[in-house]
């Protein structure tokens, strides 16, 4: 007994010593508490209002962008306490976006603006949250069917494709190894992701989104699992009835969605012929397609190089860094409807990463969508689409 009695002993003795090592020194370091002086959204925010290239630049989004999206600000706000003041809504908000816009890390935000790094990375994973909840409906809502007409006719205009209802594809979000994860992250390019399946329409507009899927899945498998398909197969999308083609008008066609190969072929779903020794035909449109789909990979560039925290792996658990997707997804319809985009913003795609991998599909399904992309094929082209595809 009197062993285990001095073992015990120890043992209370030594995580008294524990606790006082850890024992915090300062409340607040006295860096931190000069935040109101010298903190970099004190020190700039009022010079950037004078200059709206400037604060695009910065942002990312214009001055009345920023001041919309400041809305939020009922649910930003943080009491004070007796021990200390909240920061700011706008604040936290500025914090927010310079993150997402820029891809610096928790650190720096700590020295710059003068903040934690605990407090700077729950201020951001809330925030993210918070304009996903609330704005998720407003900027990336489901399409009616007057809607997906609209979205239909912006193909038809800018890609010569008709009765297109948008372009899918997925991408890869480089992360961090998270801990304990095994190789479900771990995809066939060799490093860990997380997949980001969206479609878009003509106007480079998100109008899905799926996010967070483990980086070893397919397109074809997460677009399959999503809500999005069981609502396609369900006929709950509220798409067009098949009506005829400009250029024909003796079947009815149905609307489509244009993917690369890594989607079955369906009644709703085109995708390019497949094989080397193809007809020119099948070349050509396979080509008109392809003009269709790039809206999807144009999309994508934007995104990330307007918000370049995609330009480096993502450093944050697995559920922040789903935040921080959906969050940019959302930003990027908020800003590009009110804003635009800036020519800076298209210069290059890095970031995102395409998969490549080609789905099978069984010989003896979808004949009629067969049918379907045939019928597209021999619909009349344009001279010029014609000249532009070697026989």
Not at 185 to 191: A, E, M, P, Q
Not at 248 to 270: C, Q, R, T
């Amino acid at each position: 007994m009197e062993i285990e009695e001095c073992i015990a002993v120890w043992h209370l003795l030594n995580n008294k010593k524990k606790k006082l090592k850890r024992r915090r020194i300062l409340w607040v370091h006295s860096m931190l508490g000069l935040r109101e002086s010298k903190g970099m959204y004190n020190l700039l925010y009022q010079d950037l209002l004078q200059d709206p290239s400037k604060f695009f630049n910065y942002f990312r989004m214009s001055i009345q962008s920023f001041e919309e999206l400041h809305i939020l600000k009922i649910r930003l706000v943080k009491k004070d306490t007796n021990m200390r003041r909240s920061i700011a809504s706008k604040k936290r908000l500025a914090m927010t976006l310079r993150y997402l816009a820029t891809g610096c890390s928790l650190t720096e935000l700590h020295y710059n603006y003068r903040v934690g790094i605990s407090t700077a990375s729950e201020i951001i994973q809330q925030t993210c949250k918070l304009i996903w909840i609330f704005m998720k409906e407003q900027c990336i809502p489901m399409p009616t069917r007057e809607k997906w007409l609209e979205i239909a006719d912006g193909f038809l205009k800018n890609a010569n494709y008709p009765h297109c209802l948008g372009a899918i594809d997925g991408k890869h979000i480089r992360v961090i190894k998270p801990q304990h994860s095994g190789s479900l992250y771990f995809n066939y390019k060799h490093f860990f992701s997380i997949q980001l399946l969206a479609m878009c329409d003509s106007n480079y507009c998100f109008t899905f989104v799926d996010i967070g899927d483990h980086g070893k899945n397919s397109d074809s498998s997460i677009f399959k699992n999503s809500h999005f398909y069981k609502n396609l197969t369900s006929k709950k999308l509220d798409f067009p009835n098949p009506d005829f083609l400009p250029q024909k008008k003796d079947y009815k066609i149905p609307y489509v969605i244009v993917g690369d190969e890594a989607f079955g072929l369906s009644f709703n779903v085109m995708r390019p012929y497949g094989g080397k020794n193809i007809s020119s035909k099948k070349r050509i449109h396979n080509y008109r397609l392809t003009r269709a789909r790039r809206f999807i990979e144009c999309t994508f560039g934007i995104l990330s190089n307007k918000w370049r925290i995609f330009h480096r792996p993502l450093n944050v658990s697995i559920d922040f860094a789903v935040d921080i997707v959906k969050a940019c997804t959302v930003l990027h319809n908020f800003v590009r409807v009110r804003d635009g985009y800036k020519h800076e913003d298209t210069l290059s795609v890095q970031g995102l990463y395409d998969d490549d991998y080609v789905a099978e599909t069984g010989a003896g399904s979808a004949r009629s969508a067969t049918i379907i992309r045939d019928y597209f094929m021999n619909t009349d082209i344009l001279p010029w689409q014609n000249s532009c595809i070697a026989v």
